[in-house]
């Protein structure tokens, strides 16, 4: 007989919440889980534009702000393994208030940080807080939907989510026009704080005390390594953290490129990653329009291709030293649009044979490895004798990667058919 945790169980929808029927509650819900899940790009993205400012006022390195940007990433891997057993047993509001209201007060930490290593510090601190927005929302959407309706409503998150790479940039460069790089932290302060109050006013608890599976060490442990054990979980999951890792280094590393190497102002840069952000939600959207007519695998299987195919031309332009910016910012454009159908496709893979149970454990652990292998891939474009990324790194690095990620789709492929 299977074990509850076993992977190739039958999904359980238990005592779930129902899913919403009506456009105004679907509508609300998208709304609420989009400024959750919004956090972390907003976190990441939004103080960008202040790279060399930040490097110039800490008396820091180029490769030491990056390790900021790391330092959250491996903040919500951490964050997500403890918030997703803690949300299967207690239910999904409780850790998600403390977790958002946590964010809230580091950010406002973050403003009065006096060197480098106390601002790293309180970025990891800031990613364990932020991984409850994204942990618990991934679980929220299991437990109420599934299949397409699973991939619809991630398309739908998505568009809301996507917003917060294409404005965050764009505010923090507008917001270095009227004053320092710290207005930024506020500005994710307020935001957080604002999610709070969504949570606590209008977020359903959607995981009842009955469905509820409180998990010690010893099962914690069984269920993570009945996971980790089983390739249809985790071949996915590698399609989607080695994906992520492509998309994080071009955020880590083009606003060095971009100001350093092409000389554009913090302001171009914030544009010309709105335009990439822009694409990216045009992805998830083409992907929304695919549903029902290409099944998920040949949707995921178009996303990795195109975005093999950007980054290789990227390769090239930049070894032969042929590159303009408006190759360049159309490449990562293509790059950015085909990951608007592999992070829904590829997230809903690796939930969709879990039972609702273990959501939130499925969903930490998935959470958990893509902001990990995010955070490292990206701190290998720094990895130069400079110690500054260029665009020859950063072509190199997502060129790798995404090579490795269409070999775990192959896996993922071959382990279905056996």
Do not use: H
């Not at 994204?134 to 398309?155: C, E, K, L, N, P």
């Not at 260029?390 to 990620?405: D, E, I």
Request: net charge positive.
């Amino acid at each position: 007989m299977q074990s509850p945790s076993s992977p190739s169980t039958a999904p359980d929808r238990g005592t779930a919440l129902a899913p919403p029927r009506s456009r105004k509650s679907i509508a609300l819900l998208v709304l609420v889980l989009g400024v959750l899940t919004a956090t972390g790009p907003l976190a990441t993205d939004m103080y960008l534009p202040a790279f060399p400012q930040i490097t110039r006022e800490l008396g820091a390195t180029e490769g030491q702000i990056g390790l900021t940007l790391t330092a959250i990433m491996i903040g919500m891997a951490v964050g997500q393994l403890v918030i997703g057993p803690m949300s299967d047993a207690w239910g999904r509001r409780a850790p998600l208030l403390v977790g958002v209201a946590l964010f809230t007060v580091t950010s406002v930490l973050c403003v009065f940080v006096p060197n480098v290593t106390v601002f790293i510090a309180l970025r990891f601190l800031q990613g364990v807080a932020g991984a409850a927005g994204a942990v618990v929302a991934r679980a929220i959407v299991r437990d109420m939907f599934q299949g397409d309706a699973a991939v619809r409503f991630f398309s739908r998150l998505a568009l809301v989510m996507m917003l917060a790479p294409l404005l965050a940039p764009l505010v923090g460069a507008q917001l270095l026009l009227v004053g320092p790089w710290q207005l930024s932290f506020w500005v994710l302060a307020g935001m957080s704080a604002l999610s709070f109050v969504l949570v606590l006013l209008w977020l359903p608890e959607s995981l009842p005390p009955e469905a509820r599976r409180s998990q010690g060490p010893r099962q914690l442990a069984a269920t993570v390594g009945s996971l980790v054990r089983n390739p249809r979980f985790v071949s996915p999951v590698l399609t989607l953290g080695l994906s992520f890792g492509m998309l994080f280094t071009y955020v880590s590393a083009f606003s060095f490129v971009s100001q350093n190497e092409f000389g554009i102002s913090p302001q171009t840069y914030g544009w010309l990653f709105a335009v990439n952000a822009l694409a990216s939600m045009a992805g998830t959207q083409g992907n929304g329009l695919l549903v029902g007519r290409v099944d998920t695998a040949r949707r995921l299987l178009m996303g990795l291709l195109l975005a093999l195919g950007a980054v290789l031309v990227l390769l090239v332009l930049a070894l032969t030293g042929a590159a303009e910016l408006w190759m360049v910012s159309g490449l990562l454009a293509l790059m950015m649009f085909s990951v608007g159908f592999i992070m829904p496709n590829a997230t809903v893979t690796a939930l969709d044979g879990q039972p609702v149970a273990v959501a939130g454990t499925a969903s930490a652990l998935m959470g958990s490895m893509q902001f990990a292998l995010g955070g490292a891939i990206a701190a290998m474009a720094g990895m130069t004798p400079s110690g500054e990324a260029s665009l020859v790194s950063m072509a190199v690095v997502m060129a790798t990667v995404a090579v490795l990620s269409l070999l775990a789709y192959v896996w993922a492929a071959r382990v279905k058919v056996r």
